[in-house]
């Protein structure tokens, strides 16, 4: 089975200290730890707005990617990146926090919709849908109305555990995407989430 030739892994979040532990920076949290592994070195561009690594996973080379404007401009340095390295949509995946999946849950899926994700909608609108998306929940407040501030919040001690959990299991199958292919990476991830029996991608 052939393995997803990805070149590009984009990590979602927000700038700035007051936002670095809180539930819209998940994205970012699991490229910073796939860096620590792989020996990434960041490298910033002020002017694209960009935090860029070159790493190795499983021998293959690729591009980590943190947007370092705010979650509603992700879009502008993700195309630039892309557009850059001649890299199409569906060779990136995106990671990002997802409120419509319990903490300790971790989906792959490709394309769609942004399902009210501001990051998602912005990088929708510069370089289309095809992309691939690793959702990481975060867990929904229970309203709507309270979704802006739940996930500019930080999760609880038991909440923080399962979504490092849910991101351990995630880094754990990346090999196995690159190598073998999605729909094998997706049956390893989706059958091992905590208190989700799907296995199917959404």
Same mark, same amino acid.
């Given at each position: 089975?052939?393995?997803?030739?990805?070149?590009?892994?984009?990590?979602? /979040?927000?700038?700035?200290?007051?936002?670095? @532990? =809180? @539930?819209?920076?998940? +994205?970012?949290?699991?490229?910073?730890?796939?860096?620590? @592994?792989?020996? +990434?070195?960041? !490298?910033?561009?002020?002017?694209?707005?960009?935090?860029?690594?070159?790493? %190795?996973? +499983?021998? =293959? &080379?690729?591009?980590?990617?943190?947007?370092?404007?705010?979650?509603? !401009? %992700? /879009?502008?340095?993700?195309?630039?990146?892309?557009?850059?390295? !001649?890299?199409?949509?569906? #060779?990136? $995946?995106?990671?990002?926090? #997802?409120?419509?999946?319990?903490?300790?849950?971790? *989906?792959?899926?490709?394309? /769609? +919709?942004?399902?009210?994700?501001?990051?998602? *909608?912005?990088?929708?609108?510069?370089?289309?849908?095809?992309?691939? *998306?690793? *959702?990481?929940?975060?867990?929904?407040?229970?309203?709507?109305? $309270?979704?802006?501030?739940?996930?500019?919040?930080?999760? %609880?001690?038991?909440?923080?555990?399962?979504?490092?959990?849910?991101?351990? !299991?995630?880094? &754990?199958?990346?090999?196995?995407?690159?190598?073998? /292919?999605?729909?094998?990476?997706?049956? %390893?991830?989706?059958? @091992?989430?905590?208190? #989700?029996?799907?296995? &199917?991608?959404?």
């Amino acid at each position: 089975m052939a393995g997803l030739p990805l070149k590009l892994i984009v990590g979602l /979040g927000n700038p700035g200290g007051d936002y670095a @532990r =809180t @539930r819209h920076n998940a +994205g970012w949290w699991l490229v910073d730890e796939l860096a620590a @592994r792989t020996h +990434g070195s960041w !490298r910033h561009d002020a002017k694209q707005h960009t935090d860029l690594a070159r790493v %190795s996973i +499983g021998g =293959t &080379e690729l591009w980590l990617l943190k947007p370092t404007a705010f979650m509603n !401009r %992700s /879009g502008v340095p993700v195309a630039a990146v892309a557009n850059f390295y !001649r890299i199409a949509p569906a #060779d990136i $995946l995106v990671v990002h926090d #997802d409120i419509d999946l319990p903490p300790g849950v971790a *989906r792959l899926k490709q394309g /769609g +919709g942004h399902g009210g994700h501001n990051g998602l *909608r912005d990088v929708i609108a510069h370089i289309g849908a095809e992309f691939w *998306r690793l *959702r990481l929940g975060v867990g929904h407040p229970g309203s709507k109305d $309270l979704v802006l501030d739940a996930v500019l919040e930080r999760p %609880s001690e038991a909440e923080q555990q399962a979504i490092d959990a849910a991101m351990a !299991r995630a880094l &754990e199958i990346m090999p196995e995407l690159l190598s073998a /292919g999605a729909q094998k990476a997706m049956l %390893s991830l989706h059958s @091992r989430n905590a208190d #989700d029996p799907g296995t &199917e991608g959404e």
